[in-house]
């Protein structure tokens, strides 16, 4: 499961519009991955090393933006080692690439970046050299998209190919004009008891009083192939008319 953790005050109170979770999304896909949860947290430091102690702790591969410069309010470096359970120290690497970025101009503040997790490795930034870095399967890279999805890309790149399944997952849809998700309960337990190796998803849309169901059947190809053949027949023998959408 890859998941995300996307922090900043500004998402909450409307200041900033996260990018992050569409642009993980057309990402993971690309790679026939998925992602697993997002989780967008504010600049209070007890909430954020709780939700990266939890991020730890799981055996997903996370993603955390925003909250690692130089600046008061960026909480992030901390709150890691703090969840991890490490003292924040220097990194010389780290130092290293702030120094010659930034010569005289590196102290006192921007060379608190290099103040990072004990044990951390480094995640290269290929726009302001500024490096991200990883604790465990959690990798923190700044909020700014044109660096931050890069370094996300490299991290898939470098670490998680393995996780890159030999066929991207497939999904069929179909509708039921006129149809409540209440009304095809029975067919849907069916389905899910019968096929446990693909996925189905039930989007009810209303409009005033028109109802309209659209479901969807995910999972390997010729698994989706043989269940959706299967959901059809027995929608139609159940009395309802379903219309095939599109193959994605």
């Given at each position: 499961?890859i998941?995300?953790?996307?922090?900043?005050?500004?998402?909450?109170t409307?200041?900033r519009t996260?990018?992050?979770?569409?642009?993980?999304?057309?990402?993971?896909?690309?790679?026939?991955?998925e992602?697993?949860?997002?989780?967008?947290?504010?600049d209070?430091?007890?909430?954020?090393?709780?939700?990266?102690?939890?991020?730890?702790?799981?055996?997903?591969?996370?993603?955390?933006?925003?909250?690692?410069?130089?600046?008061?309010d960026?909480?992030?470096?901390?709150?890691?080692?703090?969840?991890?359970?490490?003292?924040?120290?220097?990194?010389?690497?780290?130092?290293?690439?702030?120094?010659e970025?930034?010569?005289?101009g590196?102290?006192?503040?921007?060379?608190?970046?290099?103040h990072?997790?004990?044990?951390?490795?480094?995640?290269?930034?290929?726009?302001?050299?500024?490096?991200?870095?990883?604790?465990?399967?959690?990798h923190?890279?700044?909020?700014?998209?044109?660096?931050?999805?890069?370094?996300?890309?490299?991290?898939?790149?470098t670490?998680?190919?393995h996780?890159?399944?030999?066929?991207?997952?497939?999904?069929?849809?179909?509708?039921?004009?006129?149809?409540?998700?209440?009304?095809?309960?029975?067919?849907?337990e069916?389905?899910?008891?019968?096929?446990?190796q693909?996925?189905?998803?039930?989007?009810?849309?209303?409009?005033?009083?028109?109802?309209?169901?659209?479901?969807?059947?995910?999972?390997?190809?010729?698994?989706?192939?043989?269940?959706s053949?299967?959901?059809?027949?027995?929608?139609?023998?159940?009395g309802?008319?379903?219309?095939?959408?599109?193959?994605?």
């Amino acid at each position: 499961m890859i998941n995300l953790v996307i922090i900043g005050s500004e998402l909450l109170t409307g200041k900033r519009t996260d990018g992050h979770m569409a642009h993980a999304i057309e990402v993971l896909s690309s790679r026939g991955l998925e992602l697993g949860s997002v989780a967008y947290v504010g600049d209070d430091p007890e909430r954020i090393t709780a939700t990266l102690k939890t991020a730890l702790q799981s055996d997903d591969v996370v993603f955390s933006f925003g909250g690692i410069g130089a600046t008061p309010d960026d909480r992030t470096r901390q709150c890691a080692a703090d969840a991890a359970g490490v003292q924040l120290v220097r990194h010389e690497d780290a130092a290293r690439i702030i120094e010659e970025r930034f010569g005289d101009g590196a102290y006192p503040q921007r060379i608190h970046m290099a103040h990072l997790p004990e044990g951390a490795r480094l995640i290269p930034n290929p726009v302001n050299r500024i490096a991200g870095f990883s604790v465990g399967d959690v990798h923190f890279v700044p909020g700014f998209p044109q660096m931050a999805w890069p370094m996300m890309d490299w991290v898939l790149d470098t670490y998680y190919r393995h996780l890159e399944p030999e066929q991207a997952p497939v999904e069929t849809l179909m509708r039921l004009p006129g149809i409540s998700e209440g009304q095809i309960v029975a067919v849907m337990e069916a389905f899910v008891a019968q096929f446990p190796q693909v996925a189905l998803s039930c989007l009810p849309t209303m409009d005033g009083d028109y109802r309209e169901t659209e479901l969807g059947v995910r999972g390997q190809s010729a698994d989706v192939e043989v269940a959706s053949a299967w959901l059809k027949s027995a929608l139609q023998d159940a009395g309802f008319k379903p219309v095939s959408g599109p193959r994605i």
